[in-house]
């Protein structure tokens, strides 16, 4: 039997109690500043750290900010709107007003044990901010009056004991894939560049195409253009140097038939036009349709095959970036399609697109190979850590 296991023996053998959050940890508010005013006042290494929403964090002297909105106890920060969250803080901070923090005054809670169980509430709290509207958020209500299992204090302490040894653990090996994927990727970038760059042959990417179109987006709005449809409709947020299988959404026949909306065919090489993706860029598996913001090409199979021109233009993409114009740095199918990549025979194509496909599974696809790895280690540590959580509730 485990130290744990003995602990929940002797001590709380019919359960634990469950308290709301609210009642067991003062709340405590943020101040008021602005994301222009966290820049200005930003200064990398002062002592108190201020967080904003999402990852967004400044450094601030303790005469930045009134002594009352300085909170010196280990705390749970809420992000509450758009990335919601937990996160625990043990020195000096504050965070902006429309976010809220926890501690405990208390002798029978221990605040970083409140914080590994807030974190497996993560999943649930997001699912409700995400039916609050368009932009995910969270109410001050949904975190006070979530229950709280509340073993006694030794409990707490080896759960934390625990937990920390095991975050360490885990964060240490996702250090060291991390940086073997890094590494991997960095050496898939040298292969790629020395295979594509050793043909002098150049054509533009209009010279080795038959066809190209960009897509439509049908009037949002318009049940019948998007209501029960079945055709496979690819928006520019899903073209990231991959294959595409599927898409998450999807017009109707009547759409293609009464918008700008096209069929285009399987494997034809895909460009993101607009904003921040334009450059990217992907491969269809599937026949499908596309919004307005890709620039679709069929290319010639007589001149090319479509995995070896997919690899050149992801290998060129400061190149395509420098073709970008615009407030938004967009780019237009012309630019694209001036393209210029080195074009070496159909066999030697072959050759440099069965290489690179192995470096691409090891270093991209998430089923095989180190990101898949990753993504299972820190499944495993939520596992673990949701197990270690889940205490029977006295009296039930």
């Excluded at 108190?48 to 900010?65: E, M, P, R, S, W």
């Excluded at 066809?211 to 987006?217: D, F, I, L, W, Y």
């Excluded at 079945?230 to 009547?254: A, D, G, K």
Aim: aromatic share 8%; proline share 6%; glycine share 4%.
């Amino acid at each position: 039997m485990s130290k744990l296991e003995q602990l929940i023996a002797e001590l709380c053998p019919v359960g634990v109690k469950h308290m709301a959050l609210g009642g067991i940890a003062v709340r405590t508010k943020g101040t008021p500043i602005t994301a222009t005013r966290m820049k200005e006042l930003d200064k990398p290494n002062a002592p108190i750290k201020i967080f904003a929403g999402g990852k967004t964090v400044a450094y601030f002297d303790f005469n930045d900010l009134p002594e009352k909105d300085i909170n010196t106890y280990p705390s749970v920060i809420v992000k509450s709107r758009g990335v919601i969250e937990f996160e625990y803080y043990d020195k000096p901070f504050s965070h902006k007003n429309e976010m809220w923090s926890y501690h405990s005054e208390r002798d029978d809670v221990d605040i970083k044990y409140l914080y590994y169980f807030l974190k497996t509430q993560e999943d649930r709290l997001r699912e409700k901010a995400t039916s609050m509207g368009a932009f995910p958020q969270i109410s001050i209500p949904d975190t006070e009056k979530l229950p709280i299992p509340l073993p006694p204090l030794p409990i707490q302490h080896e759960i934390v004991r625990i937990l920390d040894n095991f975050t360490e653990l885990t964060a240490e090996l996702t250090a060291e894939l991390t940086a073997e994927l890094t590494a991997r990727k960095k050496q898939y970038k040298h292969y790629r560049s020395e295979l594509l760059g050793k043909c002098q042959n150049m054509k533009s990417l209009k010279d080795i195409s038959v066809n190209s179109c960009s897509g439509a987006t049908p009037k949002k709005g318009v049940s019948k253009y998007y209501q029960n449809g079945t055709i496979p409709w690819l928006r520019t947020q899903e073209v990231v140097y991959n294959e595409i299988h599927e898409t998450e959404c999807f017009i109707t026949e009547t759409a293609v038939k009464e918008t700008s909306a096209k069929w285009i065919p399987e494997n034809c090489l895909i460009v993101a036009i607009s904003g921040a993706s334009a450059g990217r860029c992907a491969i269809n598996k599937i026949p499908l349709t596309t919004n307005q913001h890709c620039l679709n090409i069929e290319i010639d199979s007589k001149q090319a095959l479509y995995k070896y021109v997919f690899y050149c233009v992801s290998n060129q993409i400061e190149d395509l970036l420098d073709k970008k114009e615009g407030a938004r740095g967009d780019l237009n199918s012309t630019r694209i399609l001036s393209l210029n990549i080195p074009l070496p025979s159909l066999p030697e194509q072959a050759r440099i697109v069965a290489i690179l496909d192995k470096f691409d599974t090891l270093t991209t696809d998430i089923t095989d190979g180190l990101p898949a790895e990753i993504e299972a280690r820190n499944k495993q540590y939520e596992y673990y850590r949701d197990k270690l959580l889940k205490f029977k509730e006295a009296g039930v």
